[in-house]
């Protein structure tokens, strides 16, 4: 078996007005959709970020793409890190996602190209032989995968625009009891049992309101996390973890509350000497197996954020997790405004990891039914769990048609990348911009 | 598809009269082969760990393994290491091989069994859809995997005994000059391009006279290791490392020179202040995963010698090959007397590890065709390499008539047990025992 074409469709989905300390979700959320097909004419598909940028990367590793064997997948692993050197070199080195959005450091190119072609192959591979991708990959530990309901801070209405809107149900969410309602209406619809807040936006007392009103709604029995994206000083994130330590224990986590490993390591110094154990979260900071030794030597980070889209592919999720339970760090798993075939990538990467014991991020349930590239639509999420289904492959099969109407969005678009910075300035604040720390 | 029977073969095989800090190789070494078979009549086979206390622990596992899909693996991984803890509290908690040899540990006895039946699955599997193991992996890194000339000081003979006796071409090989010639006869049958010399057998000045006559025999071409098994002290493992500052330099390294990470590192510490950077490997003081982390805190170890017989299979060398390369540790690969079935999972285990890259060890020129269960005889090493065969699975089919000689062989056998200690004191020296460091 040979992969015989790739074929690339960037789209566009409608994203709603989503806040955090980047800016502001545009009205639609670029993606890529990557199908390989086999000399026996079976297709793998995977999704991937969206805009020019990602599209070009994989349209460059079209001719070492088709023609080879879809099981060789380490090699060209290899073969692209190899080559991602003279890149580190040019961009000095910082391949975080500090200061610029995840999917669009340079120096992160070649594993979120890698990723794409990996999920493709192996759902192409699961497709050929029968099998579910977990399944090929030692098997699942767990046939039904935890998601946290993942609550922003947003304007009104959904996303999209003009006749391609959507809106949503969640209205303006801008203050402690908004986010209280969106948890519900969340946990309702598909009974996530573990809540991520995406903090960052409002000076921290609103948020760590915002923290204990959905402790005070929910109880103990739901860990609560919370996420600025680095928008705080070191002296902020220890007033916030001190303000509340009780709030995010018991399965909870503090996910990248400042800039760079160092004041993270700051950060977990001051707590501890306070008696407070929360635990750090990354992937600002930690978004290789580079950095993990290092995250570790500082004790910056007790949690990695795997996610298969820019670690490297379903496997690297695997590796990380044997990695960090090493070394004695926890793994939970990040997400990007995405599909169905995004969501089933996630799932098979978490149903294959031993180590990965949080429930996972997604973005999910901001996206759209009329969006869905997924043939039969929306991928459900109930109880909060994806099930693995016994399905070959991711499990998935795509709806051309659609994929056609979001390559259409696309094409009408008048911008090619994700600016949140820019989408900011010109819907809310033209002063606005990204400051760290903003507190 | 589902395992419809584990049938397990205890098997001797002739083995030479080995020296090494331990003691003395008995005349038979003890294997187990195992083989699971599926519903559809496909056979998966692997070798292990031989004597009755490892066929016991596969004994026992084989309610669970049976009747289950060969793709379940990691779920059983799971469980065995889940039920390990108990013994770990048992036994104090030296997960280590400083006191025991390879395989008699109790507290690693879940990885070597789930190691066998994971490895047999991979055949099977491999079998059933018609690939290499090592591409059910992500594909090979290396279609040739180098193995390295694994030395040893030894008395007369081959292994084996009266009928079943098998005379080596190495004869007795007690001092710097026989060394030397069976560097010579090993390269020239099988084309080792790097050495090992097993060590801690006589005073630390012989053994770096053996070295020294191996450079100079060979040139700087050809990389050295020395491996004393723990038999120094801290202080002579800095003498042995000073010494051989020039002679390890250049992909060769200094392996388990004495007992303890913590003395590990102190060995460590000292040469790296007398400029001295000469890596130091280990196969004994880190065995498993949790011991990583620690050897690399202390900057006690360097090099890790995988094992997929020990570390829990052929997937979790893969992990270890990631982990280490997270840390900026390397990686080789660790030996015991084995026929080709191991030799084959080894070589496919590196093949699939893209940060193993070093050669590996094998103790398989010191087996006897004659003992071979592989069909169709030896699996060739040429130019120093095992290549990976376009064949399924592992590459390899059982000889069952040869298995059952050697089945016939344990059953006639007083021992059930390796014990190299005993061994020395019946054939060399009745008062000899194992003192750690001896020097």
């Known amino acids: 078996m040979r992969i015989s074409d790739l074929r690339l469709y960037p789209i566009a989905i409608a994203d709603p007005p989503l806040r955090s300390s980047y800016g502001l979700h545009a009205p639609y959320a670029l993606r890529t959709i990557v199908v390989v097909r086999s000399t026996d004419g079976i297709e793998g598909v995977s999704e991937t970020y969206g805009g020019d940028g990602p599209l070009a990367a994989l349209e460059s590793l079209r001719d070492r793409v088709v023609g080879t064997d879809p099981f060789q997948l380490t090699r060209l692993w290899l073969e692209l890190s190899a080559q991602a050197e003279p890149d580190r070199a040019e961009a000095h080195g910082d391949r975080t996602q500090t200061w610029l959005l995840p ?88 009974g996530f049992r573990e809540i991520k807040l995406k903090g960052g936006v409002f000076d921290p007392d609103q948020e760590i309101a915002a923290i204990r009103a959905l402790r005070e709604e929910f109880g103990p029995s739901v860990p609560l996390r919370i996420d600025p994206n680095c928008a705080w000083s070191v002296e902020t994130s220890v007033r916030v973890g001190l303000a509340l330590r009780e709030e995010l224990d018991g399965g909870g986590y503090l996910e990248d509350p400042t800039a760079t490993l160092e004041a993270m390591a700051e950060v977990r110094r001051r707590l501890l000497v306070a008696g407070v154990a929360t635990p750090l979260a990354s992937n600002v900071a930690v978004t290789c197996f580079e950095h993990v030794a290092e995250a570790h030597r500082l004790d910056a980070v007790q949690i990695v954020l795997s996610d298969p889209h820019y670690w490297g592919g379903i496997r690297h999720v695997q590796h990380l997790s044997y990695l960090c339970h090493a070394l004695g760090m926890g793994v939970s798993m990040h997400s990007n405004s995405h599909l169905g075939i995004s969501l089933m990538a996630m799932a098979h990467a978490a149903a ?88």
């Not at 999917?103 to 192959?121: K, Q, V, W």
């Not at 499990?395 to 979001?406: F, K, P, T």
Request: with cysteine; glycine share 10%; charged share 30%.
């Open 352 to 439: 294959a990891s031993p180590y990965l014991t949080y429930a996972c991020d997604t973005h999910y349930p901001w996206q759209h039914a009329a969006d869905e590239v997924v043939l039969g639509g929306r991928v459900p999420i109930v109880n909060g769990e994806v099930h693995i289904p016994e399905r070959p492959g991711l499990g998935i099969e795509l709806d051309y048609d659609q994929v056609a109407r979001g390559v259409e969005r696309y094409r009408k678009l008048p911008y090619r990348k994700r600016d949140d910075e820019a989408e900011m300035q010109k819907r809310v604040d033209p002063s606005w911009r990204r400051v760290l720390p903003r507190w």
């Open 103 to 190: 999917g669009e450091n340079p120096l992160d190119r070649h594993a979120r190209s890698f990723a794409a072609i990996e999920m493709a192959c192996l759902d192409l591979i699961g497709k050929a032989l029968g099998k579910p991708v977990c399944d090929l990959l030692g098997g699942r530990v767990r046939s039904a995968v935890p998601f946290a309901a993942y609550l922003f801070y947003k304007h009104a209405g959904g996303g999209g625009e003009g006749m391609d809107s959507r809106e949503d149900e969640y209205g303006e969410v801008l203050d402690a009891r908004a986010i209280v309602r969106e948890a519900r209406q969340m946990r309702a619809q598909y």
